[in-house]
């Protein structure tokens, strides 16, 4: 499935984590593609709208899917995330900073499986490579 590529793709890359969907963040769009809340950090209304417009083209790349930007100020973005996590209310996607991967690890799924069920290829090269075969 195209959209478990690019999750694995970007997950790979170290710009989001996989967490479990929690609450209302995933389901059907009322034209029938995947809903997908992604959680970034964001710096103002500028920042915004260039995280927006990324959603926007991956949703629009893939077809079948509808990336919503839940955007959060730097300051506040890890305390809401370790929040939603522990009450099952976590976003489908969220970015994760290096530095901040162990406060949100136990609410992340493991990459393994859909590594291997999308025929992925991950290679540790400064956290920057994956290719689909």
Do not use: H
Request: charged share 20%; proline share 2%.
């Amino acid at each position: 499935m195209r959209k478990e590529a690019f999750v694995a793709g970007a997950l790979a890359l170290g710009l989001i984590g996989l967490t479990g969907c929690g609450g209302s963040s995933s389901g059907s769009t009322a034209d029938g593609k995947t809903a997908m809340t992604w959680a970034m950090w964001v710096g103002g209304t500028e920042d915004q709208k260039n995280w927006e417009k990324v959603a926007d083209d991956v949703s629009n790349t893939l077809g079948d899917v509808k990336i919503t930007l839940q955007g959060s100020t730097f300051q506040d973005y890890f305390t809401k995330m370790s929040t939603q996590l522990s009450s099952n209310t976590a976003p489908c996607l969220v970015a994760v900073q290096s530095l901040r991967t162990a406060q949100l690890k136990d609410g992340m799924l493991p990459l393994d499986d859909l590594v291997k069920k999308n025929n992925c290829s991950a290679r540790n090269s400064a956290g920057r490579t994956i290719r689909r075969p």
